[in-house]
T-cell receptor
Framework: GAVVSQHPSWVICKSGTSVKIECRSL??????MFWYRQFPKQSLMLMAT?????????EQGVEKDKFLINHASLTLSTLTVTSAHPEDSSFYIC?????????FGPGTRLLVL | QKEVEQNSGPLSVPEGAIASLNCTYS??????FFWYRQYSGKSPELIMF????GDKEDGRFTAQLNKASQYVSLLIRDSQPSDSATYLC???????????FGKGTKLSVKP
């Protein structure tokens, strides 16, 4: 149990385009999902906390207009990177809360050319 | 500011030895403690969690918590090369909310 999926696993896009990443809890309902970003050889950085049916809470320094989060159902949260630039290239990982633990998705690697 | 501190390593141990990974946290109100393993290029996977003072064992892994000293550790017995990864310590204040992660300790188990 407690499986979290992400789609796509890899994205390569041109600068200026928008990219949508989906995070799904496959066998449970998650009222809260979390979005992280990890640059090479660096630690996990929380970007935002997503609650079903309400606006996401963004961490300091994360632009909410650039990283749009939608948590429309108890099993799906999406992160849209708008007008992506090369500096947005990173490993984006979602996690979902179950009881008092968090389970991570496999991550989405984004490369912006 | 809530902080979780880990030695970045690398911690190198020979195969079959016990690997000891340590973590300290700043907020005395922390209630839940987690250890995740992250292989290079992969996302973190939960190893175990602990809420109460003392030891909690799961297979080759033992988590130890000392709330008075604000210290949590992970012991890996009979270390295997496949245990080579970065180990992340995470802490949460209450039953809800996000986890505060340490920067991780890189473990290398030499055959």
């Amino acid at each position: 149990g407690a499986v979290v999926s992400q789609h796509p696993s890899w994205v390569i896009c041109k600068s200026g385009t928008s990219v949508k990443i989906e995070c799904r809890s496959l066998d449970f309902q998650a009222t809260t999902m979390f979005w992280y970003r990890q640059f090479p050889k660096q630690s996990l950085m929380l970007m935002a906390t997503s609650n079903e049916g309400s606006k996401a809470t963004y961490e300091q320094g994360v632009e909410k207009d650039k990283f749009l989060i939608n948590h429309a159902s108890l099993t799906l949260s999406t992160l849209t990177v708008t007008s992506a630039h090369p500096e947005d290239s990173s490993f984006y990982i979602c996690s979902a809360g179950v009881s008092e633990t968090q389970y991570f998705g496999p991550g989405t690697r984004l490369l912006v050319l | 500011q809530k902080e979780v501190e880990q030695n970045s390593g690398p911690l190198s141990v020979p195969e079959g030895a016990i690997a000891s990974l340590n973590c300290t946290y700043s907020d005395r109100g922390s209630q839940s403690f987690f250890w995740y393993r992250q292989y290079s290029g992969k996302s973190p996977e939960l190893i175990m969690f602990i809420y109460s003072n003392g030891d909690k064992e799961d297979g080759r892994f033992t988590a130890q918590l000392n709330k008075a000293s604000q210290y949590v550790s992970l012991l890996i017995r009979d270390s295997q090369p496949s245990d080579s990864a970065t180990y992340l310590c995470a802490v949460r204040l209450g039953s809800q909310g996000n986890l505060i992660f340490g920067k991780g300790t890189k473990l290398s188990v030499k055959p």
